[in-house]
């Protein structure tokens, strides 16, 4: 067993009116029936601050507006602030800081229910069949918590709220290998982002190490001691990674002493506790600083230079169906665009198309990835038993990137009954790469992508299942995505590029055309960082917002 260099390096409570997220990786929801409705009454379960979440008037007038509070928009602003700056931050999703009538913020991944997806009157959940039996149901329209957005060829999941895909993902906190990192980000000094932004980043989304002692003990890592065993008798690297779930709270959720979240199946759609979430860190310094705030439920829809400097921002705030309830126009100084990936590219192609911003460059909405993701599962021995109790949050991965172009995560299939099942997310590397292009017709960005593109990752993935399998005379899961279908190739967790780096911006993330635009979330990275994402992405927000601070304000 190695850790080659996949180690890591505030959780605090929230005041009055404030988020509380929870938190979240992979897998689909198992469920089968049934589902609550919104609270009749809110019951407000996490304080806010005063003055985080605080809705933007309409006609204000702000230094710097942040579009998203996902990763690179929540390190924009606690740096920003800190700089002394302020900063308001405008979100599409809701603020996820009241229960519904379950008394949870968070619905379960086994039993999505109104919270689950964004504005779907049917759960599209990424294993959408189990042992034969279809898995999504019908479900009330919601600004819900998981966006499976559709396009062409490819279904982008991403997190909808304040926290951004901090809400929904597995934590899985893991910093590239060194020597990789430079076919990444080649415009990118290595020295400077090992040395000094991933350590900041890992320190401040609160990463670290599971306890290796308890886990190899733990009922519910079976699954991936598995997951190891079948990894290093075919000859793979199997390597721990960091997360940033608080493994202290998993020993205690074993135990029974506190209500459970990765260990009850939470991930996909919040975890209602133990998951350092962007609330719980970056989110939260922000609002120590008395200088952010939030406006939840209000989609920024316009950019465009304003008469008098700065930047006319259009603004829509929605109710909980997603219907426009009001137009707001402020003016900001400076916007950062950190709607993540999707959301960054669709806005800056749209808007460049359509005359609010034409002075951007050709490089907009070109260059973007899937990370090369697939997944699949394995069928086991009756001998080889992966746990009716599977904790949610994975700790390893099997590493062939250097031989075969995969990395793969060892997911968990929390069904609460003995499936038998291996579950592995991949990472792959694949030279495919898509652009977006307004469709005046339609109104719409679309994604030009070829699902025949996601070949060239279940090749990548086979160099370490396939071998697996004739280790252990096993054979792949033909159940998980579609009757008798191995490969769930219709989709990405981990959307990267659109508004690359030393492409449509300069090295730093500066806009090209505009003074004062800056793109600084996963838009930046050109489509693949050979492991989970969102480290990178915060180290590189770091590594900007730095500069930005030091030369720009
Ligand atoms: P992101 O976190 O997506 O934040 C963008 C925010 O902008 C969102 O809150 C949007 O609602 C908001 N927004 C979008 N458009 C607008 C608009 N027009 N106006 C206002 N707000 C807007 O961006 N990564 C890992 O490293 N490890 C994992 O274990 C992992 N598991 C994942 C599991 C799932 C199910 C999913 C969906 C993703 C997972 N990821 C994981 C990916 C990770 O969450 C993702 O790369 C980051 O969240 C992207 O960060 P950004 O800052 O780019």
């Given at each position: 067993m190695s850790d080659r260099s996949y180690s890591a390096s505030a959780s605090r409570g929230l005041t009055r009116r404030r988020f509380v997220t929870g938190t979240g990786s992979l897998l689909g929801g198992l469920a089968l029936a049934g589902h609550a409705g919104p609270a009749s009454a809110d019951t407000p379960v996490a304080p806010t601050p005063a003055g985080l979440c605080a809705p933007i008037p309409d006609g204000a007038r702000v230094p710097a507006l942040v579009v998203g509070t996902g990763y690179g928009g929540s390190v924009a602003a606690l740096r920003l602030a800190q700089a002394g700056v302020d900063v308001h931050m405008v979100e599409m999703g809701m603020a996820w800081d009241t229960a519904g009538s379950d008394g949870k913020i968070f619905a379960n991944t086994t039993r999505p229910d109104y919270?689950?997806?964004?504005?779907?009157?049917r759960t599209k959940q990424p294993i959408s069949q189990f042992l034969g039996y279809p898995l999504d149901k019908d479900v009330p329209l919601y600004t819900g918590i998981l966006d499976a957005e559709d396009f062409a060829g490819i279904t982008v999941y991403q997190g909808r709220g304040v926290g951004g895909g901090s809400l929904v993902n597995g934590g899985m906190a893991v910093t590239p290998r060194q020597e990789v990192f430079p076919s990444l980000l080649p415009t990118v000094d290595p020295a400077e982002m090992y040395g000094v932004y991933y350590p900041r980043a890992n320190a401040g989304l609160g990463v670290s190490s599971v306890d290796r002692t308890w886990w190899e003990n733990a009922d519910c890592y079976q699954y991936a001691r598995v997951g190891r065993k079948h990894a290093e008798r075919s000859g793979f690297p199997f390597v721990f990674v960091p997360n940033v779930y608080d493994w202290d709270y998993m020993k205690q959720e074993a135990t029974g002493a506190v209500p459970k979240s990765a260990l009850d199946a939470e991930v996909i759609y919040g975890n209602n506790h133990g998951k350092k979430s962007l609330q719980k860190t970056y989110l939260a310094r922000c609002a120590d600083t008395g200088r952010v705030a939030v406006s939840p439920l209000h989609r920024v829809t316009g950019v465009t230079p304003a008469a008098g400097g700065g930047y006319t921002v259009t603004i829509d705030r929605l109710d909980t169906t997603g219907t426009v309830v009001e137009t707001k126009r402020v003016t900001a100084g400076r916007v950062f665009f950190a709607a993540g990936s999707v959301g960054t590219s669709k806005l800056l192609t749209r808007l460049k198309a359509t005359g609010a911003l034409p002075a951007l460059n050709d490089r907009v909405g070109k260059n973007w990835g899937d990370n090369g993701n697939v997944m699949c599962g394995r069928a086991n021995h009756m001998w080889d038993p992966t746990g009716t109790l599977q904790s949610s949050m994975p700790t390893a991965g099997i590493d062939n990137w250097d031989r075969g172009g995969a990395f793969a995560e060892v997911a968990p299939l929390p069904t609460g009954i003995e499936t038998y099942a291996s579950f592995y997310l991949s990472i792959t590397r694949t030279p495919h790469r898509a652009e977006f292009s307004w469709n005046p017709a339609t109104g719409r960005v679309d994604l030009g992508w070829d699902r025949a593109w996601k070949q060239t990752s279940i090749d990548a993935a086979k160099t370490i299942f396939d071998t697996i399998n004739a280790k252990e005379g096993t054979i792949y899961r033909t159940d998980l995505f579609g009757a008798y279908k191995i490969w769930g190739d219709h989709l990405t967790y981990h959307p990267l590029g659109g508004a690359v780096l030393g492409e449509a911006t300069d090295n730093y993330g500066r806009l090209y055309g505009y003074d004062g635009l800056y793109v600084i979330d996963g838009a930046l990275i050109p489509g693949s960082t050979s492991v989970n994402p969102f480290v990178t992405i915060t180290a590189l927000a770091e590594r900007n917002i730095e500069k930005i601070i030091a030369t720009d304000l």
């Open positions: 919270r689950s997806f964004w504005l779907r009157t």
